[in-house]
């Protein structure tokens, strides 16, 4: 069974030698591919000495390298890791054995850590939240959205559209497996403190709004009819609250002296049926969209147990 390790990576020529190692002990039997993001360093020679097979992506971005690895690398099973050597190699044989036995789609390595320095608690926060916005729309089987350590079949990796272009990819992830009802499990692994002279890329606010636009993009791309709908209430409950002293004044004097404001009741009220018909005819596109996810799921065979 071929397993590919790979590994993201920008600016780690610290961390990267200790990840290659660790993983090989790991997984013996795995190819580990290093996809350099365009480093400054010297991420490329520490890689190579290390003894990883070396690629570049000139694209900036986690998205971009998740794209062009999963299209390029062709093997049974794919692990995902970040390069910062902070998440624990010996969890991988079991993630691994995880997902062949039980014949999954995904495992996600759950991070644990007492090290407030390794997971701060603004990432702590953002990461809660976030993750509770996608279990409240498309289900509640993954509770780390964020973790950068996955493993997949083949099945997940050659359906996966990978749209995005940063840190925005782990919520496609989850939001794909999810949509496809794809069988998925969690194995909870230590997260530690990143080694001296590396530095994280993450940016809490910037990324953090960056996901919460991916959310809502991929909220209104497959549930559209509720997207609407919301949108739709909203906008006539507006219109209805602007049409009432207009409606008191009418009632009282049989006058409409407010005539702009009526004018923009009833366009707001218009409004709000036309995007309660959008809802309807993409939640028709999205169905069909979703059969053709699902079909292209189930043309590639599954994980052998």
């Known amino acids: ?21 660790a993983f090989r002990a790991a997984l013996p039997t795995a190819t580990i591919y290093v996809f350099d993001n365009n480093s400054r360093d010297a991420t490329v020679a520490a890689a190579r000495a290390a ?33 910062d050597d902070t998440y624990d190699a010996a969890a991988a044989p079991q993630m691994v054995q995880l997902l062949v036995e039980k014949r999954l789609d995904m495992v996600t390595g759950t991070r644990v850590s007492n090290v407030a320095a390794a997971y701060r608690p603004g990432h702590r926060f953002g990461n809660r939240l976030l993750t509770g916005l996608v279990q409240l729309v498309f289900g509640n089987r993954v509770s780390d959205m964020l973790s950068g350590y996955r493993v997949f079949s083949r099945r997940f990796v050659k359906s996966f559209p990978a749209l995005s272009a940063g840190f925005e990819t782990e919520t496609e992830f989850t939001v794909h497996a999810l949509e496809l009802r794809m ?12 080694p001296a002279g590396s530095a994280s890329k993450l940016r809490t606010m910037r990324d953090g709004l960056r996901i919460l636009r991916t959310i809502l ?28 002293p ?36 993409l939640d028709s596109v999205a169905r069909a969209r ?8 189930l043309a590639i065979p599954p994980v052998a147990g």
């Open 1 to 21: 069974m071929r397993i590919a390790v790979i590994i993201p990576c920008y600016n780690e020529e610290v961390a990267i030698p200790h990840v290659i190692g």
């Open 51 to 83: 003894g990883a097979t070396v690629r570049t992506e000139t694209l900036q971005g986690k998205g971009n390298v998740v794209r062009r690895a999963f299209a390029d690398i062709d093997a049974d099973i794919y692990l995902l890791v970040d390069g």
């Open 183 to 194: 069988p998925v499990d969690e194995v909870a692994t230590a997260y530690r403190e990143r």
């Open 217 to 244: 993009v991929l909220v209104k791309e497959e549930r559209p009819l509720p997207f609407f709908s919301l949108c739709g209430a909203v906008i006539q409950a507006t219109g209805l609250l602007l049409a009432v």
């Open 246 to 281: 207009v409606v008191v004044e009418f009632w009282h004097t049989g006058l409409v002296p407010r005539l702009p404001t009526a004018v923009l009741s009833m366009g707001l009220v218009l409004l709000s049926f036309l995007a309660l018909s959008c809802g309807l005819i």
């Open 290 to 297: 979703m059969e053709i996810k699902r079909l292209a799921y």
